[in-house]
């Protein structure tokens, strides 16, 4: 072993055999603290032994037969690697058909003569001792029945079954595995390796499907030629049935193989060192998973916990120590070892008992400096035994720091979010425990932060020309800065005609390279800024340029050496202008099937006129060429003669085809049909073939039209077929089409999950399992299952209300689920129902369960009532949810004195049956603040708070009169300030409890400003006042104090007034002027009416009655008798006064949301109709009216006619 250290060090190089140390090592460490141990170690000595002597016989095989050769190589450590080699030491081919499997063997599919040689080798490469071992050659002799006839055919005749075809065919048969099924155990976290390799002729081709599933995504690979199916990182959910389907065009064949997922010990939360002062209490916690479960098992400092001495604090419940009142002898070395059939995991864990006073681990007077309105981190590090808590202060004799301008970090570190100038100072860190405390003293600078006051600037400059860039800064006095230049975000050239000075950049003699970006950095130690500007160089005006073009198009297109499948085309370019053609882009138009559609066949360079075509039968083509260079394309040559190719039988058959039910007896077949010169003849048709899979069905076909769909009525409920469709004209057909796997059509599901259980976990969730259905009775693609639950009662309240049933699907093969959000201590059902694509099966039968109690809510309300000289009655309303039983209620208090310091705190409990409580020997004329909560068995819920006062005695002028419920606080206060904000004007109102005729001010000023408060004194008593004056669009913030009352003010509210407004429309009516006016126009009208009035009666009667009594309009209806109105023109609404919202506001100015000419006054809104004869049909209409409106807005406004008719 190393001096020094835990390293044992094993050495055979000076001798010695590896196999004296082969075992199991363990390390252990000890001191006088307990004993840590290591994992156990293997060691295990490498082996690369030789291959046993034996004969081989030379391999005689039929062409066509399958064939396997054995490797069999030696068994070492590690395994060998296995490869198949010639005499030339080199790879032997491998293919579909011949290929090594898993085990090192190499198997033929089918045999053919070219696999005849004598040097067919196994090589085993042994890694670790850089060896490989060699087997002895393998013989393989193919021979023909050609080859055979040939040698006896003087002996046979002609009828002999020598006779028969030279090779025959044969479906797959699997050569490995063997059997149909088969089943293999994988460890999770490990690589799945399955493997399937087929005999048969053709070569038969392998897929692999999982049954009830999909193989996972990413995670699935390929390999020797589908022959292997990998699985990385497999899990339990990999678990299930993976078939193997070998096939050819004879039939195919299959295997199962059952995939069981074991899983060796993996960690869910490993113990945790654990640092704890005398007497108190701790866990260690101990959770490991696999399958099957581990077992967990303690020790000691290395000794079983069982037999290890025994500790009165410490307490072993299962997977946990419980640790309580721990005394400095409990420290120790705890190891967790967690094992099952496929391994083992342990861990170490130190349970340390210190009683340390705390230390400060931060170097004394460290100093720190920032930039002003950036964060300022001030460290701590700290250490000590209970844990210390730490307080910052500011100064010698500073307070301790809160609130929100600071953040207080779990290690100790003080952070200034934003750090202002006045934030230079010293702060102390305190940390303090029961054992003594310590304190570290450290300095902050807040230093002004760098400016560029004059940034460089865009320049233009001509070439030869000069040009300078400034950079004018602005620092703290205290900071070094330094200025770099940079062109384009890199140094500047080594150039002598760049001149840096201390405030700007000159460019001598600029060049075009100059032309780019120049930066301008300034760095400090504790900041870094910069600015940038574009240079642009120009030259003098050129000469005139060279005119590029597109090229003109190509001419003179020729068609040569016409073939059924291929043609020639050549031809002559056009003018280049002045740019090189670099391409020629050939298309053609089907005139057949597309006239006047051009599409694209292909390109060649430019510097080629000639192209050979590769041609579709059934196409009568043209074609065109457009010719390309930097510029961009010509416009398309004229186009060439017509070729039109022959008929021929169809070359490729549809895409996309695919089989879904629409119903629960079909099976619909869609594809996607060919283009027009895809049919390659005329009568293009489709031969649709079905029949249904693993079944030895014969395939059932017909042909159909050039359509894209076909219907198979009268399937069998969610089984799969077999189809393929293929192409045929009148020609023939195309080539034998390759076979998808469809389903018909999906019907509900049949039964419901069984065995369903529910395991409440706490008292908000449970988690329910249940049986997955049997695959057959899902009728269909399994989509997940549903599970329903519902609250059937409270068991606290007794009370049952409507049901809401909520629902949460989980999708796949799941088999269990999570329910949240329930509520404790109460009633539910679940069932669970798989679906599938058609909908839901049948419900489980209900399942009821039931969830524990949890913490009560707050009580519904505290009041405090009836005070007298030493006592005040509570009265409280119970949880509104108790969730469980209420068990008692916890009633804290505690005296508040003049400096609003808490005093000690009593706690009293309550019968949970109780609903008032006095309290008596209180002291007089004090403030308490009581804390209120209820409490079930699980523990205590949330507490409400109040505060309440006794009342003086009978000298004092506070004492409430007799039979008042409401306590009279012995501290004024001022609450509930509230603000009103205009534009220029604020209505400030606030609650005052306290002596009367007190005298009130109002201070206010902009909201974040360091300017003093200025303040407004109010009249009298009142509890409003109004501020005017105030800027638009400004924050302001506001308080309430009241007249001598040292320091009594209310908490600060803030408000912000409406922004400047365009100055409004000097409203007329309120001008002196215009009032003067209607009052001179109303008294001439008074006076014209008295002349009147005094003529007719001097006069008599004018005839002007009689007339019209004579020459009555019929359409004109006579006077009322009752009311003397006219009929016709009467209107009931007259009458009626003015609804309070068509009235001009208050402050005499007419908005534009007033305006009686609003289109909704008139009926044009949502509820404004009217039927062909103009009748108001709103009320009518079906629809709720809209309540009445408050403010400005009527649903009502009286029409302008009529106004002025009342008016007259």
């Known amino acids: 072993?190393?001096?020094?250290?835990?390293?044992?060090?094993?050495?055979?190089?000076?001798?010695?055999?590896?196999?004296?140390?082969?075992?199991?090592?363990?390390?252990?460490?000890?001191?006088?603290?307990?004993?840590?141990?290591?994992?156990?170690?293997?060691?295990?000595?490498?082996?690369?032994?030789?291959?046993?002597?034996?004969?081989?016989?030379?391999?005689?095989?039929?062409?066509?037969?399958?064939?396997?050769?054995?490797?069999?190589?030696?068994?070492?450590?590690?395994?060998?690697?296995?490869?198949?080699?010639?005499?030339?030491?080199?790879?032997?081919?491998?293919?579909?058909?011949?290929?090594?499997?898993?085990?090192?063997?190499?198997?033929?599919?089918?045999?053919?003569?070219?696999?005849?040689?004598?040097?067919?080798?196994?090589?085993?490469?042994?890694?670790?001792?850089?060896?490989?071992?060699?087997?002895?050659?393998?013989?393989?002799?193919?021979?023909?029945?050609?080859?055979?006839?040939?040698?006896?055919?003087?002996?046979?005749?002609?009828?002999?079954?020598?006779?028969?075809?030279?090779?025959?065919?044969?479906?797959?048969?699997?050569?490995?595995?063997?059997?149909?099924?088969?089943?293999?155990?994988?460890?999770?976290?490990?690589?799945?390796?399955?493997?399937?390799?087929?005999?048969?002729?053709?070569?038969?081709?392998?897929?692999?499907?999982?049954?009830?599933?999909?193989?996972?995504?990413?995670?699935?690979?390929?390999?020797?030629?589908?022959k292997t199916l990998k699985i990385t990182d497999v899990s339990?959910?990999?678990?299930?049935?993976?078939?193997?389907?070998?096939?050819?065009?004879?039939?195919?064949?299959?295997?199962?193989?059952?995939?069981?997922?074991?899983?060796?010990?993996?960690?869910?939360?490993?113990?945790?060192?654990?640092?704890?002062?005398?007497?108190?209490?701790?866990?260690?916690?101990?959770?490991?998973?696999?399958?099957?479960?581990?077992?967990?098992?303690?020790?000691?400092?290395?000794?079983?916990?069982?037999?290890?001495?025994?500790?009165?604090?410490?307490?072993?419940?299962?997977?946990?120590?419980?640790?309580?009142?721990?005394?400095?002898?409990?420290?120790?070395?705890?190891?967790?070892?967690?094992?099952?059939?496929?391994?083992?995991?342990?861990a170490n864990a130190f349970v340390n008992v210190l009683a340390e006073p705390p230390r400060i681990l931060t170097p004394a007077n460290k100093l720190y400096q920032v930039i002003a309105d950036s964060p300022a981190l001030l460290d701590c590090a700290y250490f000590g035994s209970p844990k210390p808590e730490i307080e910052w202060f500011k100064g010698v004799k500073g307070s301790i720091l809160r609130g929100n301008e600071y953040v207080f970090h779990d290690n100790g570190t003080l952070e200034i979010p934003v750090a202002q100038k006045d934030s230079t100072g010293t702060y102390t860190c305190v940390a303090r425990n029961e054992l003594g405390k310590t304190q570290n003293e450290v300095q902050l600078e807040v230093k002004d932060p760098t400016m560029i006051i004059k940034q460089p600037e865009y320049k233009v400059i001509q070439r030869y020309g000069q040009v300078s860039f400034e950079c004018i800064i602005k620092h703290d006095s205290t900071l070094s800065p330094t200025v770099i230049w940079l062109k384009d975000n890199d140094e500047l050239p080594d150039d002598e005609r760049f001149l840096v000075g201390k405030d700007n950049l000159t460019i001598m003699n600029v060049t075009d390279k100059d032309d780019g970006t120049y930066t301008c950095i300034v760095n400090t130690t504790l900041d870094s800024v910069s600015a940038s500007a574009v240079l642009t160089v120009v030259a003098a005006p050129p000469t005139p340029a060279i005119i590029y073009a597109r090229p003109n198009p190509p001419f003179d297109l020729e068609l040569t050496g016409q073939l059924e499948r291929s043609i020639e085309l050549s031809w002559i370019p056009g003018d280049e202008n002045n740019s090189p053609i670099t391409s020629f882009v050939i298309e053609y138009e089907d005139g057949l099937h597309e006239p006047g559609v051009w599409h694209y066949q292909t390109e060649v360079p430019g510097t080629q006129t000639t192209v050979q075509l590769k041609l579709s039968p059934y196409v009568n083509y043209s074609f065109r060429v457009i010719a390309v260079n930097e510029i961009g394309r010509s416009q398309p040559s004229e186009p060439s003669e017509q070729y039109l190719t022959k008929s021929a039988s169809p070359d490729e058959n549809p895409s996309n085809v695919q089989g879904i039910g629409s119903e629960p007896d079909n099976l619909v077949i869609t594809w996607e049909s060919l283009k027009g010169f895809q049919s390659n003849g005329p009568g293009l048709q489709y031969k649709v073939s079905w029949r249904q899979k693993d079944v030895d069905d014969e395939w059932t076909s017909v042909i159909v039209a050039n359509v894209s769909k076909y219907i198979v009525s009268g399937t069998p409920t969610f089984v799969p077929y077999e189809i393929k469709v293929q192409a045929l004209n009148d020609l023939g057909y195309a080539p034998e089409p390759s076979v998808v796997i469809g389903h018909s059509g999906e019907d509900l599901p049949m039964v419901a999950p069984g065995n369903v259980q529910v395991f409440v976990i706490n008292s908000t969730l449970a988690k329910v399992h249940w049986d997955p259905v049997p695959l057959k009775t899902v009728r269909g693609h399994l989509q997940g299952y549903k599970v329903y639950y519902w609250k059937v009662q409270?068991?606290?309240?007794?009370?049952?209300?409507?049901?809401?049933?909520?629902?949460?699907?989980?999708?796949?093969?799941?088999?269990?689920?999570?329910?949240?959000?329930?509520?404790?201590?109460?009633?539910?059902?679940?069932?669970?129902?798989?679906?599938?694509?058609?909908?839901?099966?049948?419900?489980?039968?209900?399942?009821?369960?039931?969830?524990?109690?949890?913490?009560?809510?707050?009580?519904?309300?505290?009041?405090?009532?009836?005070?007298?000289?030493?006592?005040?009655?509570?009265?409280?309303?119970?949880?509104?949810?108790?969730?469980?039983?209420?068990?008692?209620?916890?009633?804290?208090?505690?005296?508040?004195?003049?400096?609003?310091?808490?005093?000690?705190?009593?706690?009293?409990?309550?019968?949970?049956?109780?609903?008032?409580?006095?309290?008596?020997?209180?002291?007089?004329?004090?403030?308490?603040?009581?804390?209120?909560?209820?409490?079930?068995?699980?523990?205590?819920?949330?507490?409400?708070?109040?505060?309440?006062?006794?009342?003086?005695?009978?000298?004092?002028?506070?004492?409430?009169?007799?039979?008042?419920?409401?306590?009279?606080?012995?501290?004024?206060?001022?609450?509930?300030?509230?603000?009103?904000?205009?534009?220029?004007?604020?209505?400030?109102?606030?609650?005052?409890?306290?002596?009367?005729?007190?005298?009130?001010?109002?201070?206010?000023?902009?909201?974040?400003?360091?300017?003093?408060?200025?303040?407004?004194i109010v009249n009298g008593s009142r509890s409003f006042f109004v501020l005017k004056g105030l800027t638009p669009g400004t924050t302001y913030k506001v308080r309430v104090g009241a007249e001598g009352l040292s320091g009594f003010r209310s908490s600060e509210d803030v408000f912000e007034t409406g922004p400047a407004m365009a100055s409004r429309q000097v409203d007329i009516a309120t001008q002196g002027w215009f009032i003067g006016l209607m009052c001179a126009v109303a008294l001439l009208i008074l006076i014209l009416l008295i002349v009147c009035f005094i003529r007719r009666n001097k006069g008599g009667k004018y005839p002007v009655k009689e007339k019209e009594d004579a020459h009555a309009d019929p359409e004109i209806q006579p006077m009322k008798e009752d009311d003397g109105t006219f009929g016709e023109y009467s209107d009931a609404e007259d009458h009626k006064p003015l609804k309070k919202g068509s009235r001009t506001p208050s402050d005499r100015t007419v908005k534009k949301e007033d305006s009686d000419d609003s289109l909704v006054d008139y009926g044009e809104g949502v509820n404004g109709q009217f039927n062909e004869d103009g009748s108001f049909i709103g009320q009518y209409s079906g629809k709720k009216e809209k309540e009445p409106a408050e403010g400005n807005e009527s649903s009502e406004a009286p029409s302008p006619v009529n106004a002025m008719n009342s008016f007259v």
Request: charge should be neutral; hydrophobic fraction near 35%.
């Open 236 to 346: 339990e959910a990999d678990s299930g049935n993976y078939k193997c389907i070998a096939r050819n065009t004879l039939g195919s064949a299959h295997h199962v193989i059952s995939v069981t997922v074991k899983a060796a010990p993996y960690w869910i939360t490993a113990p945790r060192n654990l640092v704890l002062s005398p007497g108190e209490h701790g866990n260690l916690i101990c959770r490991a998973n696999g399958n099957p479960k581990p077992d967990i098992s303690w020790l000691a400092n290395g000794v079983p916990i069982a037999i290890a001495p025994e500790d009165p604090s410490r307490k072993v419940d299962g997977d946990t120590i419980i640790f309580s009142h721990v005394q400095e002898r409990s420290s120790a070395v705890y190891q967790c070892n967690a094992s099952n059939e496929y391994g083992y995991l342990l």
């Open 794 to 1016: 409270s068991l606290s309240r007794r009370s049952r209300r409507h049901v809401e049933k909520k629902i949460l699907t989980f999708r796949g093969n799941k088999t269990v689920g999570m329910l949240p959000g329930l509520e404790p201590y109460s009633s539910y059902k679940l069932n669970v129902r798989v679906v599938n694509g058609k909908g839901e099966g049948p419900a489980s039968p209900d399942k009821l369960f039931r969830t524990p109690e949890g913490v009560p809510g707050s009580p519904s309300f505290l009041k405090i009532t009836n005070p007298t000289l030493d006592s005040l009655t509570l009265e409280w309303g119970s949880p509104t949810h108790p969730n469980g039983v209420l068990t008692s209620y916890i009633l804290k208090f505690q005296p508040i004195n003049n400096t609003h310091e808490l005093g000690p705190l009593v706690e009293i409990r309550i019968p949970a049956n109780e609903s008032s409580l006095i309290l008596k020997n209180l002291n007089y004329s004090t403030r308490y603040k009581f804390y209120f909560n209820a409490q079930t068995s699980v523990g205590s819920g949330n507490q409400i708070t109040e505060e309440a006062v006794t009342i003086m005695d009978e000298a004092g002028i506070l004492r409430p009169a007799v039979g008042a419920g409401k306590v009279q606080p012995l501290y004024p206060r001022i609450r509930n300030v509230t603000t009103a904000a205009a534009e220029t004007y604020a209505n400030i109102s606030w609650e005052y409890e306290g002596p009367d005729h007190a005298n009130f001010y109002v201070e206010y000023g902009v909201a974040g400003s360091k300017e003093d408060w200025k303040k407004e």
């Open 1 to 226: 072993m190393k001096p020094n250290s835990g390293t044992l060090v094993i050495n055979i190089m000076n001798g010695g055999k590896a196999e004296a140390y082969e075992g199991v090592y363990q390390c252990t460490a000890r001191n006088e603290r307990g004993a840590a141990i290591s994992n156990n170690i293997v060691i295990r000595p490498s082996r690369s032994p030789l291959w046993t002597k034996e004969k081989l016989e030379p391999n005689h095989v039929r062409e066509g037969d399958s064939l396997v050769l054995h490797c069999r190589p030696p068994v070492g450590l590690p395994p060998p690697i296995i490869f198949w080699m010639d005499n030339a030491f080199q790879r032997l081919p491998q293919s579909e058909r011949v290929s090594q499997g898993l085990n090192g063997d190499l198997y033929f599919s089918n045999v053919q003569p070219e696999d005849t040689r004598e040097d067919y080798i196994c090589y085993a490469r042994f890694n670790h001792t850089q060896t490989i071992q060699q087997k002895q050659p393998i013989s393989v002799k193919v021979f023909s029945m050609d080859s055979l006839n040939d040698t006896i055919a003087a002996n046979l005749s002609d009828t002999d079954i020598y006779g028969a075809k030279p090779v025959t065919e044969r479906q797959p048969v699997l050569l490995t595995p063997t059997g149909s099924t088969s089943t293999k155990v994988e460890l999770r976290g490990n690589v799945l390796l399955l493997e399937c390799i087929a005999a048969g002729l053709p070569t038969p081709v392998i897929r692999w499907i999982k049954e009830g599933g999909e193989l996972p995504a990413n995670r699935t690979f390929f390999e020797n030629f589908k």
